[in-house]
């Protein structure tokens, strides 16, 4: 019996790889034909990002890539997530942009070359402004825009792309942006989110459908970020209301449609007076439930969720974790418990005994059943970073991520099939709402100089991969 300090081995398939989005590192915003995206216009709009930061350089990663993929192997690092930009490829979402493509073909082939396996995901957020003036996700022709995008991309990468991962978080792309409003395109209301997450869903099963029946070898998939909902008092019935209708909605809405191909009951009349049914067509949920090989989980923290603001402890509204405005239609009343944990630079609890149990809920509930395996595609933290003396002594990162690491042993010894991990970020990179402000890479951006550091995290993750243990 290994004791607790004895290292733990990986099994010898797993790989270990790190994740970013075109839109938070790319830069080049306005060359070779791309154009705007609806984070592009959002950050035009007072007071929606963090010190008016923009993608406008980012890293400079669309020129400094060749450069970026050196570092990927000197770190030792065996896949790298990335995301393609829509308005890179198709500006205004109309004709393919062919310099769009190259752009990607010339990072696909020195990913090969330096012998990192690519995990492209076509939707990370960053839909064409234009589309989103036709209505966005909220008008059903953006799901079979969606899929000639895809398509498209395929037709110039799937020589040599085996992983596809159609979206990144839909719940963030429909309900945080649609009805939080704290996320492009800044729209607050519950309608209409409710109709963007079923045509991010429709886009999904639209891509995955063609581009299965086109090569049976690709390894299909889509990233959900999921939550593990506890209620705070689990004897309290209206404790457990709450915590059920988080999952409904953070979860169940998502996985119940793919894996099972129907909504969740509890979660249609919760929202059954804002005429979400209507946009359910006959057929879309057979297409929504096309097989795919793999899902991907996004973890950064668990809920503990409440009905009642009745402890000093309880917040009125989620912590910085969650939008002010209550994103979640049907749980207005519902308040966030911030529990004795340690937290992160964005207010996060770090909890990595809740990624042990998510992946073993949806490995025993959804994908076991559909006999596929789970990538953990995104997970990481952001602390408040120094620089001293040319390094970066990042030790709570180092915690974190050897915490989740051996979480997801935790949960590989559990019998779940869990086949790789991808840090969230590999370089310090634009977040979102929170802009430049939010550091999540193991390797340190200085936005001044473009200059890369690799933190003490980055260190302490070349050991991990090149010992296949920790
Ligand atoms: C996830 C996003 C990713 C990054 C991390 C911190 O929700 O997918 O782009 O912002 O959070």
Redesign the pocket.
Known sequence: MPDATSPRSFPPTFFFGA???AF?IEGAAHEDGRTDSIWDAFCRVPGAVVNADNGDVACDHYHRYRDDVSMMKDLGLEAYRFSTSWSRVQPDGGAFNPKGLDFYSRLVDELLDKGIAPWLTLY??DLPQALQELGGWANRDTAFRFRDYALGVHDALGDRVTSWTTL??PW?ASFLSYIGGEHAPGIQDPATGLAAGHHLLLAHGLTVKDLAARDDSLQLGI?L?LTVADAVDPTDAGDLDAARRIDGQFNRFFLDPIFRGSYPADVMQDVAHLGFEQHVQPGDLEIISSPIHSLGV?Y?HGDAVSSRPTDAAMTTAAPSVRPKRSPFPAADDVYWHLRDLPTTG?GWEVQPEGLTRLLKRVHDEYTGPAGIALAVT?N?A?YDDELVDGAVHDTERVSFLEAHLRAILDAIDDGVPVTGYFY??LMD?F??AWGYD?R?GIVRVDYETQERTPKDSAIAYTRVISGRSL
Do not use: D, P, V
Request: glycine share 4%.
């Open positions: 994740a970013t989005a938070q990370h957020w990144n978080e963030c990233t970020n996004n950064y964005m995104e990481g952001a969230w970020s990179n977040e979102w939010k999540f």
